[in-house]
């Protein structure tokens, strides 16, 4: 369990609302689809996605982050210099110094 999902398990706990959400509030997935990435780290082929204006938790584990996951995955596939096969999934926020 991350820290964000210990603090919103104790909020949930002391505003005695304890069906107000699984492990994450809800959320929207939020993304552009052009914003991935295919890379190579250490001979390893990767696919990084850009998380940057979601609210979610970035994890696989929360359905709506599979989901959101599932669907980019098979976008950035489908692009005519995607890797016959990688083996790592990034998923993270990046920000740009100017703010867009």
Do not use: Q
């Not at 991350?2 to 505003?15: H, I, M, V």
């Not at 609302?17 to 991935?36: G, H, I, N, T, V």
């Amino acid at each position: 369990m991350t820290c964000f999902e210990r603090f919103f398990l104790s909020l949930k706990y002391w505003l005695n609302l304890p069906k107000a959400y699984d492990r994450w509030p809800d959320f929207e997935s939020s993304f552009d689809s052009e914003e991935y990435l295919f890379l190579e780290l250490k001979n390893e082929k990767a696919l990084l996605l850009n998380c940057g204006d979601c609210d979610g938790p970035s994890d696989i584990l929360h359905p709506t982050c599979e989901k959101c996951v599932e669907f980019r995955v098979k976008y950035a596939e489908r692009e005519k210099n995607a890797p016959d096969s990688w083996h790592h999934l990034i998923l993270a926020r990046i920000y740009s110094k100017s703010g867009k």
